[in-house]
Nanobody, 122 residues
Framework: EVQLVESGGGLVQAGGSLRLSCAAS????????IGWFRQAPGKEREGVLC????????YIADSVKGRFTVSSDGAKNTVYLQMSSLKPEDTAVYYC???????????????WGRGTQVTVSS
């Protein structure tokens, strides 16, 4: 069974940092791109970053450029989202997804995690 599990969310003050993890099981992350998405209350889910199966960062949302980075640990089958200089507007549920197409418009979703809450206080 293909499964993704996010962890690392929490409450942080503005300007702080968090690292989210996306652990994959049932397949290897080398087979698919892994995208990070987020959904804030009352807003549509949006793409944040995406890393291809060959460890190329294929997408970074303008709103997080210079603050968020993505990396992959193939040995652990885990993808990380490092978030720095967090802002209250980064508050959202963050999801990781395995997908066949690493570029927007997003398609070819294989699996979604259940999400992890990130709350940034001002």
């Amino acid at each position: 069974e293909v499964q993704l599990v996010e962890s690392g969310g929490g409450l942080v003050q503005a300007g702080g940092s968090l690292r989210l993890s996306c652990a994959a099981s049932g397949f290897t992350s080398v087979n698919y791109a892994i995208g990070w998405f987020r959904q804030a209350p009352g807003k549509e889910r949006e793409g944040v970053l995406c890393i291809s199966s060959t460890n190329i960062v294929t997408y970074i949302a303008d709103s997080v450029k210079g603050r968020f980075t993505v990396s992959s640990d193939g040995a652990k089958n885990t993808v990380y989202l490092q978030m720095s200089s967090l802002k209250p507007e980064d508050t959202a549920v963050y999801y990781c997804a395995a997908l066949t197409s690493p570029y927007p418009p997003w398609s070819g979703f294989v699996s979604w995690g259940r999400g992890t809450q990130v709350t940034v206080s001002s």
